[in-house]
Structure formats: structure tokens, C-alpha cells
């Protein structure tokens, strides 16, 4: 019964927000924003994955420490489940809408500016991706010392993945610099896909998007994480697609093309990075895969004991080390919360090697129950409408373009599985410092010669 109910309302769920986003890109604006890519995002994920997640559970396709918790969903929990998610969806568009009307939208275009602006402006651009490229390179030098070196650092990437300590690194904190190296990458993409750079200039531009690209993807490498690989690769596609797109039916097209690259692309890398055991199948990796916001759910439904916004109100202290906000200022996450409900310890305690990430659904419950869905949702609508101006007003449509495909992707899609601030800020901390950058491109007058 569970079965059916699950995939009845999943069906009816994802259609609604399919019938909202028809009406809305073919019938209305004809243009996808940021609103738009969050729907859909929880349509996917909330409605059809979650009816996969159950359906495949309940028929043995599982791994224990999800199945155990995913069969205690109830057709009463299954319903409270779906209609904390219209409550949800309902107040991100709400908080959408207020912010559409209230915030000022001063959406630059590069359009709007002379040529001598516009070639000042890109050569700026193209100094901060060489800065950022040579500051990653640096510190991530830096960060791998302790490990002995680049080689040393591939040799225990598993382990620093799996929060054990062996070696005592003072400069852990650098290893999230290496992804400086992804947003000069996206600079320097965008920068050659730009038709109003000069051709002298690409030679400069195609060697930085080399180096930044094979550093990328080491620095990749030691994270030993799919789910990042995939996500840079689809960025470059996405941004590129964005760009050359001039109607909603032919994005539409290519949109479906990348996603089945990047469904074989979690078979790929699952495989290259030896993550799951030998001879899993496709259902059963997906829905290992797709289980840990189903699980965290229904744990916290039954715990139901709240965090009182506490991690909202904390979550500029994320960019900081951990050792300042986790170890002398004793604060936790709302994941570290649920890995505790899991494993009865956090990760890199206790013998736990691994966290139970919580997905925007599950957050937002645990921070005040459905007062917490209605406040969580409408923060996100401004912050989407806030993201939506910030990416517009980027003056090179090139840049503009790559730098939102990696918003997209980073920012607002994985957010509905990873919710946790701390989570969305550590894996956008380069994007967060490159935007930073290129706002001060604005500012400052940097010599141009």
C-alpha cells in the first residue's frame, strides 16, 4: 500500500509542478530563472526519486542502513511527506513573488555599456582568474605538504574523505581553495566562448582554461567525490549550452541530452572512483544514491525535535575553518545532528566515516517543524531572486552564462538534496569568493594597459 500511495502522489506532485512550469516558460515568460530550475529540481527529486526511493525499498533493492529506516514509512507519514511539500513550493514562489516585487532589479546587461568599458571590464576578469588559478595552485601546495606532496595527498584522499585522522595538517583549512581553480576555469571558458573578445587574445585564455581544467580535475580527484566531478563537467556543458540556446524548446532538448550524460556519468565515476561494491546494478545504485533524504526524513519525523533556526542564524561562521566554529565555538549542523540519529556519533567519531547530509525538505522540518518548511521556503525565494540579479548583472554574456550554469547546478539543484548551509557554502566557497572578485571589478580601478 505504501508502494502505490507513494508513487500515486509523486506522480500527481510532479505533474502540478510540470503543469506550473508549462504555463509558465511556453505560455507566459518564455524564459527559464532561477525559481523555474528549483521546481523542477523538486519535482525530480521530491516526487519522482523519492516514489523510486520507496518503490525500490520496499522491494528489496536497498542497502540495510537506509531500508531500515525508509520502512518505517507509514501511508501517513508518505502524506505528511508530500504535503510538506506543496507547503514548501508554495512558500519559495511566494517568497519569490514578494521579492520580484519589492527588491530593486537592477539587471545590467553588457549591452548597456560602451565598448572601452567592456574591453576594461574583461581584462580585469582575466586577471582574476590568473589570480585565483595561481592562489589555488598555491595553496593547495600548501594543504598537500603534510600529506607529502600532490602524490602523498592522492594516496589519502579516501581516508581525509572519510573525516580519519592520521596525519595532523594545520593548513586542512586550505583544502577548499583548490576550488579557486574551478572558477578561473569558468572565467576563462567564458571568456573564449564570448564572440566580442579579439581573436589575439584566445591563445592567452585557451592556456588558462587548460592549466585551470587539469588542476580542476586533480584537485577533483583527491576529493573522491562523484557527485563534484559530474557537477564541474556539466557546468562547462551547461554554460556552453546557455549561451548558443535561443528558445525554450531547443534548451530543452539539450537540458535532456546532459541529463542522461550525467546519469552515465554517475555510473562512471561510481566505477572509477570504486565507491560502490562490485556488481551493484543501476537500481540498486540509484537507489542507494537517492535514499539518504527519504531516511533522513522520516528519522527526524520521529525524533521531531527541533533546531529553532539556529543554523540560519550561524551560517556565515561556515566559511570560517572548522576548528573556529566546530571545535572552539562547540556549534553543530543539522547533518551532523541527523548523522548522530543514524550512527549514535558524528563523522570521524566512534569509527563513523561517513555523514548523513540533509536535503532541503528535511532541514527546513528540523528547524522548526511546518512553521520551519514555511520560513526556510520563503528566505529561499529571496535568496533566489537575490541570486538572479546578482548572475545579471555580470556584464560578459559569456562569463554570465557559465558562471550561472555552475549556479544551477551548485547552488539551486543540489541544494534540494543538500541543505545544510554548511554544505552549500563549503562546496560554492570558490564560486562565493570569485563572485566577490568580480564585484570588485567594478570598483576598482585596476590599470588596463
Same mark, same amino acid.
Given at each position: ?45 521530491n ?57 530593486s ?25 590568473w ?38 595538517? =594545520? +593548513? ?6 583548490? !576550488? $579557486?581553480?574551478? @572558477? ?6 567564458g *571568456?573564449? %566562448?564570448?564572440?566580442?573578445v ?65 546519469l ?14 562490485v ?5 540498486e ?5 537517492l535514499?539518504?533524504?527519504?531516511? =533522513? +526524513? ?6 521531531? !525535535? $527541533?533546531?529553532? @533556526?539556529?543554523d540560519?542564524?550561524v551560517?556565515? *561562521?561556515? %566559511? ?37 547530509p ?8 528540523m528547524?522548526?517543524s ?38 544551477i ?41
Open positions: 500500500m505504501q508502494t502505490s500511495l507513494a508513487i500515486i502522489l509523486g506522480s500527481v506532485f510532479t505533474i502540478i509542478i510540470v503543469f506550473i512550469e508549462y504555463v509558465k516558460l511556453f505560455q507566459l515568460k518564455k524564459k527559464i530563472e532561477a525559481l523555474d530550475w528549483l521546481l523542477m529540481s523538486i519535482a525530480l527529486f516526487g519522482v526519486g523519492f516514489s523510486f526511493v520507496i518503490w525500490s525499498t520496499f522491494n528489496g533493492y536497498n542497502i540495510d542502513i537506509w531500508a531500515s529506516k525508509i520502512l518505517r514509512f507509514s501511508n501517513q507519514s508518505i502524506l505528511i511527506y508530500y504535503a510538506l511539500n506543496l507547503v514548501m513550493v508554495s512558500s519559495v514562489i511566494l517568497g519569490w513573488t514578494i521579492a520580484k516585487s519589492t527588491v532589479k537592477r539587471n545590467v546587461n553588457s549591452n548597456n555599456y560602451g565598448a572601452i568599458y567592456e574591453e576594461k571590464y574583461k581584462k580585469k576578469v582575466y586577471r582574476i582568474a589570480v585565483m588559478l595561481i592562489v589555488g595552485i598555491l595553496s593547495y601546495m600548501l594543504y598537500s605538504r603534510a600529506y607529502g606532496g600532490f602524490s602523498g595527498l592522492i594516496y589519502y584522499s579516501r581516508l581525509i574523505r572519510s573525516g580519519i585522522t592520521i596525519v595532523q595538517n =594545520s +593548513f586542512s583549512f586550505l583544502q577548499r581553495f583548490g !576550488s $579557486f581553480a574551478f @572558477f578561473s576555469s569558468y572565467i576563462f571558458l *571568456l573564449i %566562448i564570448d564572440k566580442t579579439v581573436t589575439k587574445k584566445r591563445m592567452g585564455l585557451i592556456l588558462g582554461f587548460i592549466i585551470s581544467f587539469l588542476f580542476s580535475i586533480f584537485v577533483l580527484y583527491t576529493w573522491v567525490g562523484r557527485i563534484s566531478f559530474i557537477v564541474y563537467l556539466a557546468t562547462l556543458f551547461l554554460g556552453v549550452i546557455l549561451y548558443k540556446s535561443t528558445s525554450i524548446f531547443r534548451l530543452s532538448r539539450k537540458l535532456i541530452k546532459l541529463l542522461i550524460f550525467s552515465v556519468s554517475i555510473v562512471l565515476f561510481d566505477r572509477l572512483l570504486n565507491r560502490s561494491r556488481g551493484i546494478t543501476i537500481i545504485l540509484f537507489t542507494k544514491e535514499s539518504f533524504p527519504a531516511a =533522513s +526524513f522520516i528519522s527526524q519525523l520521529e525524533i521531531n !525535535s $527541533f533546531r529553532w @533556526f539556529k540560519i542564524l551560517s556565515p *561562521l561556515y %566559511i570560517l575553518p572548522s576548528r573556529i566554529w566546530n571545535v572552539t565555538l562547540n556549534l553543530d549542523t543539522a547533518s551532523m545532528e541527523n548523522t548522530y540519529s543514524f550512527w549514535g556519533a558524528v563523522k570521524g567519531q566512534s569509527g563513523v566515516t561517513g555523514s548523513i540533509v536535503d532541503f525538505l528535511t532541514f527546513s522540518f528547524q522548526a511546518v512553521i520551519g518548511v514555511i520560513v526556510v521556503g520563503i528566505m529561499w525565494g529571496f535568496i533566489l531572486v537575490w541570486i538572479q540579479n546578482k548572475i545579471n548583472r555580470i556584464h560578459s554574456k559569456g562569463i554570465r552564462m557559465i558562471l550561472l550554469g555552475n549556479v547546478l551548485n547552488v539551486i539543484i543540489l541544494s534540494v538534496l543538500y541543505g545544510d548551509p554548511l554544505h552549500i557554502i563549503t562546496r560554492n566557497f570558490g564560486l562565493i569568493a570569485g563572485m566577490i572578485f568580480l564585484s570588485l571589478a567594478n570598483k576598482i580601478k585596476w590599470t588596463t594597459r
